[in-house]
């Protein structure tokens, strides 16, 4: 049988959450409950024979003894499920129903003890014990489910088996004849009971662990085919942009010698391939005008390994003079040795000869720099979209049932995921910066509060290093002014998480004044630490993108050198600045100015409240998610998954534009990048029809502005950038017209795909008696 991509990923998933001990105690309830009559027959047979051989009231007893110590324990069991979805404490949901299982099994053990009132002239005394026999396999049977309970019953039937053996004996005068063949049938079934037991607790045994080989394997085995599609893409990327480059490419090997050219290089300089792989590209290229000292520069490079970028006169094979832009990277083995050097050139020779053409050349410089902008928001763009399922699915994993050492590896995967975040957001910020994208907002703030909830945020990791952080101010400070909170608070941050980050020993102080000049405030935050510091020679560097220190810094603290550029440029927008002050004192001294408007006096204080997550009903309402991302796919259901709804899967627009007309969902989740049929021009689509309009929501990893407005003048009613949290999507979902009712009882969760079973995967956890059938997949919450 074939599975999705990940498939086994989240049948490990339902595995270990079916299989967990909040698990077994869900099935063990779920499962006493709906057995509750069939065990009654048990019960029934008992009374009605001691109604028959001795008399009607002690059947009635029996009857009623019973059927008190199962209501009760049913009755508890019931509530179980509900228990566990309220986050109630396990041990005390764990002991409450191991409470009500003895006292079940004290009832049924004081049926037994009751037959000791029998006056028929028979002796009940097989009857009894065969009766205490099918009561411990019952129990034994889901001992493995609620180990304690089990334990409880068996141990409260085999005291009874002892019990009312010494009472028989007591009543009898004394030990008799038929004593000892009851001694042999107890010790002969007490033995059953044993081996069954063993045998049924190694069974389940053996059967999770098979199950779980299983499915690790399938995961290890799916990971392997992923990761060799995944290099094998691509290789036939790098080659298809190497060979289509417009810039000539050559890859040499350590001795000089071509080995591979691209067709730019043919063109460039007219020798083709069988012409120049094998000669030495200097050989080949250069000419008597050459620089020798370029030459000397770039053959000292290759033999150090170290990359070199330079500017020299080439010859081509009729032998016209170009100049070249060579930028040659020497790629070291696994010994550092130099194994081959990659060269790509791109001829410069009209910038060297023509000033008219130079300012051509500033101008393709000017489109190089927005196409670098634009390749870092569609790079960002990329790896947002795995780091949703990354993140969500980290998520959704440290809520579930975990170890110790389990819950330490998800935080873990979860703190990753959310530093590269961090680093695709400040990449994806320096290209708006770049782009000039980048807006500023004007609303109403407490300095105050921004100051100290920055600090608050970075205060625990000082902490843990030993360091102090303080807060200081020599005048007051203004109750209200207006500005960019955001972005004030990301300077903040990024100033504080430095000082942290390089700082060993002692701390920080953050100081900060603000001086009113007439309707504006000048604003002045410096941060002092007492760290490595910044070396002189390196001090106007640090400004400038991809830098740090020094390369060692990087290797030690990481980063991406984008912090600090970016921070200033933020600086800048709001008319200040950002600057580093010299000083002999250990560490380092940052100031961060900007301007802000004062409050008008007329305009009310309109603070931003902390947003509210409110508890939804969608009960009822009918959702169709448009995603070619399995694993987006599956977060988003794992994050719908407690809902009563009816969830139907597109993997392209096409199929979500015929989905809308067929089904008339309430809610579209519109991927924006999907194939066939992109979201803008799905919903485009999907307005233009003469019909059913549903409340449309964007899920794209485009996080730009323009993005978003395109979206919106598209026909979508909303817009949530990747990474999806659960919290926003239900805040998304709450602004529809169509969500509106607090969240009542536990709900129930359907998945339909009629037509689709083949494009969405299994992703719902089935219950032990839940079906699957035709071409859909539904499944009910326990």
């Known amino acids: 049988m074939m599975r999705s991509p990940l498939g086994s990923d989240a049948q490990a998933i339902a595995f270990e959450a079916r299989h967990s001990p909040e698990g077994l105690l869900a099935r063990y309830a779920n499962g006493r409950v709906k057995h509750f ?36 324990d049913c009755a508890i069991l019931r509530q179980v499920p509900r228990w566990l979805k309220r986050g109630m404490p396990f041990d005390w949901i764990s002991r409450i129903t191991t409470v009500t299982a003895g006292f079940q099994a004290m009832t049924i053990s004081a049926c037994i003890l009751l037959t000791l009132l ?22 034994g049977v889901v001992i493995t489910y609620h180990p304690p309970a089990g334990k409880t019953r068996v141990g409260i039937y085999a005291a009874t088996g002892l019990i009312y053996m010494a009472l028989d004996i007591a009543m009898e005068g004394g030990l008799v004849a038929h004593h000892g063949f009851e001694m042999m049938a107890v010790l002969l079934m007490a033995n059953n009971v044993r081996a069954f037991l063993t045998m049924v607790i190694g069974a389940q045994r053996y059967h999770v662990q098979s199950n779980r080989e299983l499915i690790k394997g399938a995961q290890a085995l799916e990971k392997s085919n992923q990761e060799l ?13 190497a060979r289509h480059a417009n810039d000539s490419v050559i890859m040499s090997d350590k001795h000089g010698k071509i ?73 070291c083995d696994e010994d550092g040795q130099t194994d081959v050097v990659v060269a790509v050139e791109r001829d410069i020779t009209a910038a060297k000869m023509h000033a008219i053409e130079l300012a051509g050349a500033k101008a393709k410089a000017e489109e190089a720099a927005r196409a670098k902008a634009a390749f870092l928001a569609t790079m960002s763009h990329e790896i947002r979209t795995p780091m949703n399922g990354i993140i969500g699915m980290s998520d959704l994993l440290s809520e579930s049932a975990l170890g110790p ?48 909830m920055s600090a608050d945020l970075l205060r625990g990791s000082a902490r843990d290093k030993g360091l102090f952080l303080d807060i200081c101010h020599d005048m007051a400070l203004p109750d209200i002014i207006m500005g960019d909170e955001g972005r004030v608070r990301q300077v903040l941050l990024n100033l504080l998480g430095n000082a942290v980050k390089f700082t060993a020993a002692g701390g920080i102080t953050l100081r900060v004044m603000a001086e009113r000049k007439g309707t504006t405030y000048a604003v002045r935050i410096s941060v002092t630490d007492t760290g490595i510091g910044v070396p002189p020679d390196r001090a106007a560097r640090i400004f400038e993108q991809f830098e740090q220190a020094d390369v060692a810094t990087t290797r030690k603290f990481g980063g991406t050198g984008l912090g600090l550029a970016i921070s200033r440029q933020l600086a800048q927008r709001m008319n200040g600045n950002l600057v580093l002050m010299p000083g002999d004192k250990p560490g380092a001294t940052f100031v961060f100015t900007f301007a802000a408007s004062a409050q008008p006096a007329e305009r009310p204080t309109e603070l931003r409240a902390p947003a509210v997550t409110q508890v939804l009903d969608l009960t009822g309402i009918t959702i169709l998610l448009a995603e070619d991302n399995r694993t987006n ?12 709804i009816t969830l139907w899967f597109a993997t392209n627009g096409r ?16 991927d924006v990048s999907m194939p066939e049929l992109d979201g803008i021009t799905a919903t485009i689509q999907i307005r233009e029809t003469q019909g059913w309009q549903p409340h449309i929501i964007a899920l794209t990893a485009n996080a730009f502005d323009s993005d978003r407005d395109d979206c919106i003048a598209a026909g979508m009613n909303d817009f949530l950038p990747k990474p999806v949290r659960k919290a926003d999507l239900l805040a998304a979902l709450a602004r529809s017209p169509r969500v509106h009712k607090p969240l009542g009882s536990s709900p129930t969760h359907r998945v339909s795909g009629e037509g689709q079973a083949k494009e969405a995967p299994n992703w719902t956890s089935q219950p032990a008696s839940g079906t699957t059938s035709g071409r859909s997949t539904r499944s009910s919450g326990l």
Request: charged share 20%; aromatic share 6%; glycine share 6%.
């Open 405 to 452: 050492q389990q819950r330490e590896y998800v935080s873990a995967i979860h703190t990753s995921a959310e530093s590269l975040l961090r680093i695709i957001n400040d990449i994806l910020d320096y290209s708006k910066l770049d782009a000039g994208k980048m807006t500023m907002v004007e609303e109403p703030f407490s300095l105050a509060r921004c100051i100290r």
């Open 633 to 644: 796919s599956l977060l988003i259901a794992r994050y719908l998954a407690d809902a009563e």
């Open 229 to 241: 599609l995944e290099a094998q893409r691509e290789a036939r990327q790098l080659a298809l942009v």
């Open 118 to 139: 029998a006056q028929s002239e028979h002796h009940v005394s097989f009857f009894a014990i065969a009766f205490l026999v099918g009561a411990t396999f019952n129990a």
């Open 259 to 331: 080995i591979w050219i691209n067709e730019a290089f043919q063109k460039v300089t007219g020798f083709g391939w069988h012409e120049a792989v094998g000669q030495e590209a200097g050989a080949l290229l250069n000419g008597p005008e050459t620089d020798a000292e370029t030459i000397q520069a770039i053959q000292s490079a290759v033999r150090e390994g170290r990359p070199v970028r330079t500017h020299i006169l080439n010859y081509t094979k009729d032998g016209r003079r170009i100049w070249v832009d060579i930028n040659l990277v020497p790629i």
């Open 37 to 72: 009559w069939a065990r009654q027959v048990l019960t029934a047979i008992g009374a009605g024979s001691l109604a028959l051989l001795d008399t009607v009231q002690l059947g009635l007893i029996t009857c009623a003894l019973a059927l008190v110590g199962e209501g009760v």
């Open 655 to 670: 199929e979500a534009v015929e989905l809308v007309r067929e089904h008339k969902p309430d809610v579209v989740l519109m």
